[in-house]
């Protein structure tokens, strides 16, 4: 299994940026992926949650309304559209994913959002 991640970057206060996530090595379409990040300091946490299929999506509520998860099953890439970005999203973004009970990451890609 591998992810790969790309997007990231330095972005002002209220800009825009679009991670993905390229994964190979299992069968994409079949799996659950997430992203989830870590800022300096603190616990790594869960930012979002796409099903199988795509139709199911959940959020963390710092980033709702803000963030949107989607994947492309044809591309096994999953993507993580972020708008109205806060200095208090600055972090290292991970794509994950859980096959046969154990935990995959990608390497991470670096968001910093600040003036």
């Known amino acids: 299994v591998q992810l790969v991640e790309s997007g990231g970057g330095l972005v002002q206060p209220g800009g825009s940026l679009r991670l993905s996530c390229a994964a190979s090595?299992?069968?994409?379409?079949?799996?659950?992926m997430r992203w989830y990040r870590q800022a300096p300091g603190k616990e790594r946490e869960l930012v979002a949650t796409i099903a199988v299929s795509g139709g199911s999506t959940t959020y963390a509520d710092s980033v709702k309304g803000r963030f949107t998860i989607s994947r492309d099953n044809t591309k096994n890439t999953v993507y993580l559209q972020m708008i109205s970005l806060k200095p208090e999203d600055t972090a290292v973004y991970y794509c994950?994913?859980?096959?046969?009970?154990?935990?995959?990451w990608g390497q991470g890609t670096q968001v910093t959002v600040s003036s």
């Open positions: 090595g299992f069968t994409f379409s079949s799996y659950i």
């Open positions: 994950h994913t859980r096959v046969k009970l154990t935990n995959f």
